[in-house]
């Protein structure tokens, strides 16, 4: 169950940077580098950061017995918002995408659903 909340975020965050690289992202990264270059050093910080929870997490954790956590709403809740910020920060899915749904596009049409 925690693997389907956390596919859940991951999931709502695709959705997310689609639809902002459809909207306009992808051009505006293409037009201007320097966004490029923030989104991936807010996401190499992202991921050190994580890197560093993890660790400080482990050391202090390293000598304690390993407990059964209970499964109650507020971590199913965390580990959505988990997911969900995890692939958000991931600078290589925006960069991906801004790349691969550019060339499905042209400039003289009009955007239609």
């Known amino acids: 169950m925690a693997g389907a909340r956390l596919a859940l975020g991951i ?16 051009q505006l990264m293409q037009q201007l580098p320097l966004i490029v270059m923030a989104i991936k050093l807010l996401g190499a910080l992202c991921l050190a950061w994580l890197g560093v929870n993890m660790f400080e997490s482990w050391w202090v954790n390293k000598n304690t017995p390993k407990t059964v956590l209970n499964g109650g709403e507020n971590v199913s809740r965390g580990l959505v918002l988990k997911g969900f910020l995890n692939n958000l920060m991931n600078p290589k899915t925006l960069l991906f995408l801004s790349v691969f749904l550019v060339q499905l596009t042209h400039s003289n049409s009009s955007f239609t659903l």
């Open 11 to 26: 999931f709502i965050a695709s959705i997310v940077q689609t639809l902002a690289v459809a909207l306009g992202l992808g």
